[in-house]
Structure formats: C-alpha cells, structure tokens
C-alpha cells in the first residue's frame, strides 16, 4: 500500500514562499507520475501542477504558471512543489496524488487519473 505524506505548509504572508514536500512510503514512485492539487474552502479539488515519472514533463494550471515550480527526487521517493509570489487566492490545503495505474506517464490534470492521495497540508496565505 501506498502511503503519501505532505509537509512544508503554513501561514505565510502575500507576496512570500514556501515549499511543501511530499514523501512517499510502501512503493517506489520513480516509474509514476504525480501532482499536485488543492482545495480552498466551499470548492472542488483543483489541478495545481503535474510532473512525469522522469521528471522532463511539467504542467501548470494558469494562475501559478511562472510562481510555482514543480520537481521530484526519486532517489529520496519525493516530489516539491515550489511556490514563489503567494497571493491570497492560494489559500487551500494542498494534496499531492500518484497516478499508480500507468507506468512511465505524463502528468494528468483529472482528478480521477491519480490512484493514491496524502493527507494534505494547509496553506494560508494572508495580506
């Protein structure tokens, strides 16, 4: 079983970074792609940034294109999300999810792609 654990998120205020961290524990990742997503409150969860399973294909949603930076170590089973310039509308908790069914895929931006999820780690961003 696939256990995914986020960490690095917190209370920061506009216009600041932080640099969350997911580690992954019972298989080794580096065949898989994964993302990351978020909720804010009253919403849906969201497609935040996606990377393939060697790391060469990246995708973004619009509003963090040119803030966020997705990468991965697979030495270390983890993979980073980078955000630089917070703005308010950032404020969500953030989960990071595996896409276990395909080896060696591209990064998806559906929900339903990612077959296991962490627990998720808060990020307010205040002004």
């Known amino acids: 079983q696939v256990r995914l654990v986020e960490s690095g998120g917190g209370l920061v205020q506009a216009g600041g970074s932080l640099r969350l961290s997911c580690t992954a524990s019972g298989r080794t990742v580096s065949g898989y792609a994964l993302g990351w997503f978020r909720q804010a409150p009253g919403k849906e969860r969201a497609f935040v940034a996606g990377?393939?399973?060697?790391?060469?294909?990246?995708d973004y949603r619009e509003s963090v294109k040119g803030r966020f930076t997705i990468s991965r170590d697979n030495a270390k089973n983890t993979v980073y999300l980078q955000m630089n310039s917070l703005k308010r509308e950032d404020t969500a908790v953030y989960y990071c999810?595996?896409?276990?069914?395909?080896?060696?895929?591209?990064?998806?931006?559906?929900?339903?792609?990612?077959?296991?999820w962490g627990q998720g780690t808060q990020v307010t961003v205040s002004s």
């Open positions: 990377i393939s399973w060697s790391g060469d294909i990246t």
């Open positions: 999810g595996l896409k276990g069914g395909s080896y060696y895929d591209t990064p998806g931006r559906a929900l339903e792609e990612y077959d296991y």
